[in-house]
């Protein structure tokens, strides 16, 4: 049988945490949380969390990971859900092909991505870090929760730690890290799938492994390291690696909504003793506090929220319900930890909208502006015209015309073939496509020859500027897109 928690008058102290000894509670600012003052990583044994935001985070774990594990495989007119082929550099959101050419649209969505988050920060913390990051959903929604389920509960998996190696815990770590390998592979093919699309997994895993060992190469490293995150970084990818954690520091304000705890009615933290009623410890001078440490003993990162806001809070709330379940067995109210501004804190006033938090806006919704519009001017193909390398920089036919060949490459972005033909937009000239038809299949990209054909007569010099314009075969009336190029002939 797992140990019990502690009761609530014989709260955790310092010295009751084994794994904390090495560390001086009162410089917590000066040092890791998860680290010894010898630089020795901690292990920590977070207690499985419950309460309101436990079951709401429960559901929403849920669905983001049947998103994530389902978002390779749904098809929206027969392209994926979400794809980043860096490889072909093919990327596809929500059914739509992009292609390297839509580089603004990116660059702006990536600003709209940033800025968002800035604003976001600003506002809400690490709303992001505790509810949506894959990192957190999948250590805290699944590898944990399968960690207490095979090797219990905080105090149960510290003393099997810390036990000999028994058959029972050689059976437990063995099945807990089997489990972990072949969920970790999964989570790597997952990745996998996003980058490379779903059919090219499906064959990695159906043909001979001797015709795709890069890709098998790469789906035993993504599982091999999500293994290493899962199973042993843990909580540090959040506090050493995540630039995003680097950079919150930045952004939070005294208005930004946190998980914090309400020291003005928290302290003077002190122990509840069984006998003592709400009047006698008010009228004492103790807070609401009783300083039981089950946020702490909660917390995957190891912090102690009462100690202020810190870098390594990633507003998983489970300190929150931690606290909520203690406010609720001593009869006082909720809330002595919660989403708060520090300014909400100290003088109740509610979330303020700062100039700084304007300004963030007009920067988003400019952006927001420009991607529209590029989203919406967005040609179905796009073409480049260059000069061919030759020899000859013209040639003249017996009839005295001068030719200039050229390399045409044409990106398809629809998932429709598309017939083309070009055109010269003035008179005195022909363009020839070699090789016939210029059909371009759905998201694919054409390359051919084309030869223009000018009369000398209309040439201006020894480079004279053509446009060249790409026309539907089917919508003769209107160009998809003009082409400016020169064309070299003799010099007059
Ligand atoms: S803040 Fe709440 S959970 Fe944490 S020690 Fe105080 S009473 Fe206990
Ligand atoms: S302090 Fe609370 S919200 Fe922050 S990481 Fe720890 S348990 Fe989660």
Redesign the pocket.
């Known amino acids: 049988m797992p140990p019990s928690d502690p009761p609530l008058a014989e709260?955790l102290t310092t010295s009751d945490k084994p794994v904390f000894k090495n560390v001086d509670w009162t410089d917590f600012r000066d040092h890791l949380a998860t680290a010894d003052q010898q630089g020795r990583r901690m292990w920590l044994y977070p207690k499985d969390p419950e309460g309101r935001y436990t079951t709401v985070r429960k559901w929403v774990n849920i669905v983001l990971i049947t998103i994530m594990f389902t978002g390779p495989f749904i098809r929206i007119n027969g392209n994926p859900l979400l794809m980043m082929n860096i490889l072909e550099r093919r990327f596809v959101i929500l059914g739509q092909v992009f292609w390297p050419q839509d580089l603004p649209i990116f660059a702006t969505a990536m600003l709209i991505f940033l800025t968002g988050i800035a604003i976001f920060t600003a506002a809400f913390g690490r709303l992001w870090c505790g509810w949506t990051c894959p990192q957190t959903v999948m250590m805290e929604g699944v590898f944990r929760k399968l960690e207490f389920w095979i090797e219990g509960d905080h105090h149960v998996r510290r003393e099997l730690d810390r036990g000999p190696w028994t058959l029972g815990k050689v059976l437990r770590k063995t099945v807990k890290h089997a489990v972990f390998l072949g969920l970790s592979f999964v989570v790597g093919n997952t990745l996998l799938a996003y980058i490379i699309g779903s059919e090219e997994l499906s064959k990695i895993i159906t043909d001979s492994p001797t015709l795709h060992v890069q890709g098998l190469t790469f789906m035993i490293l993504f599982a091999l390291l999500f293994y290493g995150i899962f199973a042993r970084f843990r909580e540090q990818a959040c506090t050493f690696i995540c630039p995003y954690g680097r950079f919150m520091s930045a952004l939070l304000d005294e208005n930004t909504i946190v998980v914090a705890?309400d020291k003005r009615r928290?302290e003077r933290?002190e122990t509840l003793h069984r006998s003592e009623t709400p009047a006698a410890r008010q009228a004492s001078g103790a807070g609401?506090?009783?300083?039981?440490?089950?946020?702490?003993v909660v917390c995957p990162t190891g912090i102690d929220?009462?100690d202020g806001t810190q870098m390594e809070c990633v507003s998983c709330t489970a300190?929150i319900d931690?606290?909520d379940n203690?406010?609720d067995k001593i009869k006082h109210p909720r809330g002595?930890?919660r989403y708060a501004s520090l300014n909400g804190i100290e003088t109740g006033e509610p979330l303020k909208v700062t100039p700084r938090l304007i300004g963030y806006s007009v920067v988003l919704l400019a952006l927001v502006s420009l991607f529209v519009y590029l989203l919406f001017t967005r040609t179905a193909v796009q073409s480049t015209l260059l000069r061919a390398r030759s020899d000859t920089l013209f040639q003249q036919t017996a009839d005295g015309k001068i030719v200039n060949l050229y390399l045409l490459k044409v990106v398809n972005k629809t998932h429709l073939e598309i017939p083309l033909s070009l055109k010269l937009e003035g008179s005195g000239g022909s363009v020839k496509v070699m090789g016939g038809a210029l059909r371009v299949p759905g998201e694919k990209l054409v390359e051919t020859s084309v030869l223009i054909e000018m009369d000398p007569a209309k040439l201006t010099g020894g480079s004279t500027p053509l446009s060249i314009g790409v026309y539907r075969e089917d919508e003769p009336g209107k160009p998809l897109e003009v082409l400016n190029t020169f064309f070299i002939g003799p010099r007059h």
């Open positions: 709260p705890y928290g933290r609401d506090c009783i300083d039981c440490r089950q946020c702490v929220i009462r300190c931690a606290c203690v406010m002595l930890i």
